[in-house]
């Protein structure tokens, strides 16, 4: 009974630790851009940051 319920612990543990691997995932989203429209204009430009690490194209926002 007792690894009966700590196997049904571990299996609820490994799900939790997925589930909440996919909302991180999630908020990295944003954070990429998949198309670059236009340049903007260098008088235009407040500030710069780079895209995510995880995005695949490198730019600067």
Do not use: D, N, W, Y
């Amino acid at each position: 009974m007792k690894t009966l319920t700590a196997l049904l612990l571990l299996g609820l543990l490994c799900s939790l630790h997925t589930t909440s691997a996919g909302v991180i995932a999630l908020e990295i989203a944003p954070e990429c851009c998949m198309k670059f429209s236009a340049r903007i204009p260098l008088q235009q430009v407040v500030s710069l940051r780079t895209t995510s690490s995880s995005c695949p194209r490198k730019a600067l926002m």
